[in-house]
């Protein structure tokens, strides 16, 4: 079936650097996107979403960038800091137009 | 705002014993909430869309009557998992939607840590 995927299991990137987080998605009905951060032993929190009528939207720190044609998505963390450590998830809203389908998850580690 | 509890954050118990954890939203009303189940080191899968009022809707692969669900207001959803086994043992995970400026987003509970042994 179709699913949400991310490229890169894990990222380790040093302290203030910028990160950034891919995912590819498949379901070309999904309008609605969501990155999640979910740190060990706790639920998801949200971060930041974007509608398919847009290309990008900007919050603190953080970027989400929306490829349509290519079926791409990306979140940038900017000036990275030990806090951002966390499992990054995807999600989108499929054909249901309403429960998520989430990603695999990509680990990130910011070094001192 | 858009705070969601669970409760219990983790429960032990003996194979063959049901659990309920309950999910509510603690600032806003939901008329709809999700139940996802997560393993180590995976992501999160949806289980079931609980809508207040109504039945709520299996995912594909998810027993309805191992895991019953009741949505009896709207800042209150149970998960009740019967007859656990060593294999239910996972984080249980609720979320619910809000609805804001025409969107609806999801906000996730904190989780809850089932050991069956």
């Known amino acids: 079936g179709e699913s949400v995927g991310l490229h890169l299991p894990t990222l380790s990137v040093q302290e203030g650097d910028n990160s950034i987080i891919n995912c590819a998605y498949s379901?070309?009905?999904?309008?609605?996107f969501i990155w999640y951060k979910q740190e060990s032993g706790k639920g998801p929190q949200f971060i930041i979403d974007?509608?398919?009528?847009?290309d990008k939207r900007q919050g603190q720190r953080v970027t989400v960038l929306l490829n349509k044609t290519v079926k791409h998505l990306s979140l940038q963390i900017a000036a990275t800091q030990p806090g951002d450590s966390a499992v990054y998830f995807c999600a989108e809203n499929g054909d249901s137009g309403y429960a998520l389908n989430f990603g695999k998850g990509t680990s990130l580690l910011v070094t001192p | 705002g858009a705070v969601v509890s669970q409760h219990p954050s983790w429960v032990i118990c003996k194979s063959g014993t049901s659990v309920k954890i309950e999910c509510r939203s603690l600032?806003?009303?939901?008329?709809?909430m999700f139940w996802y189940r997560q393993f180590p080191k995976q992501s999160l899968m949806l289980m079931a869309t609980?809508?207040?009022?109504?039945?709520?809707?299996?995912e594909q692969g998810v027993e309805k009557d191992k895991f019953l669900i009741n949505h009896a207001s709207l800042t209150l959803s149970t998960l009740t998992v019967t007859s656990a086994h060593p294999e239910d043992s996972s984080f249980y995970i609720c979320?619910?939607?809000?609805?804001?400026?025409?969107?609806?987003?999801?906000?996730f509970g904190p989780g809850t840590r089932l050991t069956v042994l």
């Open positions: 379901n070309s009905a999904s309008d609605y």
């Open positions: 600032d806003f009303q939901a008329t709809t």
């Open positions: 974007i509608r398919s009528n847009m």
């Open positions: 979320s619910a939607s809000r609805t804001s400026g025409g969107t609806d987003t999801q906000y």
């Open positions: 609980s809508n207040e009022g109504s039945k709520a809707t299996y």
